[in-house]
């Protein structure tokens, strides 16, 4: 069984640097093989491209645009008046999965709009989502791309999300019907949501092109206290086949470097993966 190739989120590792490509400095001396980052866009992609390469990595996600902030947007996938805003964000994406080498794009769903009833506006969220992913799937298939939906927390993170179970997600996975877009697994959402994680484990990985881990319910390592066992989990999806990417997206709860303990050891005992994409 081949050994799960881990990924450095340099979004949420090593907040201790400043940067961008100082953080992949640091993803690259500590042993990843590759990372992701969920916006890139403050940083030119040439520069980013460059650090990575030189760090010994490949990157292997990123996010679309997350909209106005300011105006508590988070992802525009599937927002109401939003399209064309959405489908520049995408053309942005791309621009820079381009030029980073970065197979995939993960398509923020974005938020139920503030003051809405989310059973109200459920129907007319998933429609525009459809349009928009119909899009973007087309637009990814040019370049050989492939797009993400993730399902986030409604409990704990982000209760406005519109996309926040698997179920949801695969049911509109399969309205879509595009073979590159694909689902993005972050264990910590779906605990929080479902819980059930081998059933649904084994019952969505087919669609699966990413996986994300951290604890729950302090989002910190994978061995910091907490409600997931991850060397069950880990087996599991080696088990599974899993071949893809397991992203740490997770909050280090002191030195990032020294929180990586629990993956020494994994690697200690797996072995690493050999190379490939």
């Not at 996938?77 to 489908?87: D, H, L, S, T, Y």
């Amino acid at each position: 069984m081949a050994p799960l190739r881990f990924s450095a989120n340099v979004s949420w590792l090593f907040p201790e640097l400043p940067g961008l490509p100082a953080r992949l400095r640091a993803a690259g001396s500590s042993g990843f093989e590759a990372a992701e980052v969920a916006w890139p866009y403050v940083e030119q992609p040439e520069a980013l491209e460059r650090a990575a390469r030189e760090a010994g990595l490949r990157l292997v996600l990123i996010n679309t645009p997350p909209g106005d902030r300011e105006k508590g947007e988070m992802g525009l996938g599937a927002v109401p008046g939003r399209q064309a805003a959405f489908r520049e964000g995408l053309e942005q994406a791309v621009l820079y999965a381009k030029a980073l080498g970065c197979p995939r794009v993960h398509l923020m769903a974005g938020r139920v709009p503030q003051g809405a009833d989310r059973a109200a506006v459920r129907s007319e969220m998933e429609t525009v989502f459809l349009e928009n992913l119909r899009h973007a799937a087309g637009v990814l298939a040019q370049e050989s791309l492939v797009g993400l939906l993730e399902p986030i927390n409604t409990r704990i993170t982000d209760p406005r999300y519109f996309l926040d179970t698997p179920q949801q997600a695969a049911a509109i996975l399969q309205k879509v019907g595009r073979p590159n877009l694909q689902l993005q697994m972050d264990l910590f959402h779906w605990q929080i949501m479902d819980g059930n994680l081998t059933g649904n484990i084994r019952e969505f990985l087919p669609l699966v092109g990413h996986v994300q881990v951290a604890q729950v319910p302090g989002r910190g390592e994978p061995d910091s206290p907490g409600e997931l066992n991850f060397p069950y989990l880990f087996q599991l999806l080696e088990d599974e086949g899993y071949r893809g990417f397991v992203g740490c997206e997770y909050r280090p709860q002191g030195d990032t470097v020294e929180g990586l303990n629990w993956l020494r050891s994994y690697w200690d005992r797996q072995g690493r993966p050999q190379a490939g994409r």
